[in-house]
């Protein structure tokens, strides 16, 4: 009895953890979505470009926000064995875990350069943080992903899913650097993957139980 109660109570624990990596990741792409084709307010040499620096406030606090979901979705990801206890799969869990938590921080820390421009150095902080926090996620990934590939807990495209994600970093989303609606656009379809993989977590007739 007391076995049963602790793996349900664990399964409605990732599945709660999925949806929220699911609700995260579908507001962040059409966060980013916005950010991409809305019109500027501001010139581009302005640390808050597109918003006005008030608007980045708040923008950059509900990323941080965001974040929070898409750091359940990895957590839930360890939860569900899916990579099990391997070393390459702790090292890549942990360096995602790291690169999300950063990455939140500097979603904060973004506000207080919000009236400079781009050639300060305090602006220039958070794209540097934005930058290693995001490898960091990647090559997290791509070693957990690949940890997941071996395990074969998950059936099909769905064993894929995490390696996409780290692989996502260092294909599309160097577009960062380019123009800022490239940069929006490349991350809200990585929020897209995140969102796929709150989906893989929250449907559990979808997963094979371990």
């Known amino acids: 009895m007391t076995t049963y109660s602790v793996k349900t109570k664990t399964s409605s624990v990732i599945r709660f953890c999925g949806q929220l990596c699911l609700l995260a990741g ?28 008030e608007a980045l406030t708040g ?27 391997t070393r390459l799969g702790r090292i890549g869990h942990a360096g995602a875990v790291a690169g999300m938590i950063g990455w939140a921080v500097t ?4 506000i207080v350069a919000r009236h400079d421009t781009n050639d300060t ?5 958070p794209v540097t943080s934005y930058g290693l926090f995001s490898l960091l996620i990647g090559a997290g990934l791509i070693l957990e992903g690949a940890a997941v ?32 609606e490239a940069g929006q656009a490349a991350i809200a ?5 995140f969102a796929a993989l709150g989906w893989c977590l929250a449907v559990p007739d979808r997963r094979r139980a371990h």
């Not at 979901?69 to 990895?74: H, R, T």
């Not at 150095?121 to 902080?125: I, K, M, P």
């Not at 379809?189 to 993957?193: A, K």
């Open 107 to 110: 979603e904060v820390a973004a």
């Open 149 to 180: 590939l071996r395990a074969r807990v998950w059936d099909g495209w769905r064993r894929w899913r995490p390696v996409a994600l780290g692989i996502w970093v260092f294909v599309p989303l160097p577009a960062i650097g380019l123009a800022v």
């Open 121 to 125: 150095a305090l602006a220039g902080l």
């Open 59 to 85: 923008t950059q606090a509900w990323f941080a926000l965001q974040h929070l979901g898409l750091l359940a979705g990895l957590l839930a990801l360890w939860w569900s064995r899916a990579a099990r206890s």
């Open 189 to 193: 379809g990585w929020m897209l993957l």
């Open 26 to 53: 579908v507001l962040g792409a059409a966060s980013n979505a916005y950010l991409a084709f809305g019109s500027p307010a501001v010139p581009e040499d302005m640390s808050s470009y597109p918003q006005t620096p």
